[in-house]
């Protein structure tokens, strides 16, 4: 199961709080194209989870949900974010068995 940093949390709180996303709407991982033309994971806020979705159980005042086509690729994942000059970025890292991302 993937899990969520208290970074990625906080990062999440403050995207959610300036956005126009109403009350109780939530974070989305998703399949997704970049720039180049290569797989990559989206990052969506909705307001509600899609019919199949996976629940991130996680301490948080929102929630993540993860499609049901990259599920498996996620598991035993870490999400991270790092926050600087206004801007997010959010990382996957493969999970150590105590739950923390692994060194890279």
Do not use: K, W
């Amino acid at each position: 199961m993937l899990t969520v940093t208290p970074a990625a949390a906080e990062a999440v709180d403050t995207l959610l709080a300036n956005s126009e996303a109403p009350t109780g709407a939530g974070l989305r991982l998703e399949r997704a194209v970049d720039a180049d033309g290569e797989a990559a994971i989206g990052l969506q806020i909705v307001t509600q989870a899609g019919p199949d979705d996976e629940l991130v159980p996680a301490a948080m005042e929102y929630d993540v949900f993860i499609s049901p086509d990259i599920a498996d690729v996620l598991d035993n994942h870490v999400l991270d974010a790092e926050v600087s000059d206004q801007r997010v970025a959010f990382t996957l890292h493969p999970q150590s068995p105590n739950g923390t991302p692994l060194s890279e």
